[in-house]
Nanobody
Framework: QVQLVESGGGLVQPGGSLRLSCVAS????????MGWYRQAPGKQRESVAT???????DYTDSVKGRFTISRDGAKNTVYLQMNSLKPEDTAVYFC??????????????WGQGTQVTVSS
């Protein structure tokens, strides 16, 4: 019923920047929370940044000051602007939406993942 499509990953040198985008489409009434998570090889998936419908944001300590999460409500899109990238940021990045349909039933949806590689 809901699809999330991610884009923006790629290969970048340390210190470089990337912007990830995630667009949701389908049976959407209300988006309660959006976020970005990442998973590096051999590691657990971790929360990177989240944003609520009221634009409250939260970041993991390792990215605070470098990454910015934002949203465009009209486009059902969440962004992650990543600056000053470090090799340890290398991971597959997944977007997450908490969405209610028109019966006000909330569900969690994940994007397909996009690879971010930071290497010289």
């Amino acid at each position: 019923q809901v699809q999330l499509v991610e884009s923006g990953g790629g290969l970048v040198q340390p210190g470089g920047s990337l912007r990830l985008s995630c667009v949701a489409s389908g049976n959407i009434n209300s988006i309660h929370r959006m976020g970005w998570y990442r998973q590096a090889p051999g590691k657990q998936r971790e929360s990177v940044a989240t944003i609520t419908s009221g634009d409250s944001t939260d970041y993991t300590d390792s990215v605070k000051g470098r990454f910015t999460i934002s949203r465009d409500g009209a486009k059902n899109t969440v962004y992650l602007q990543m600056n000053s990238l470090k090799p340890e940021d290398t991971a597959v990045y997944f977007c997450l939406f908490v969405i209610s349909d028109f019966s006000w039933r909330p569900s969690i949806y994940w994007g397909q993942g996009t690879q971010v590689t930071v290497s010289s």
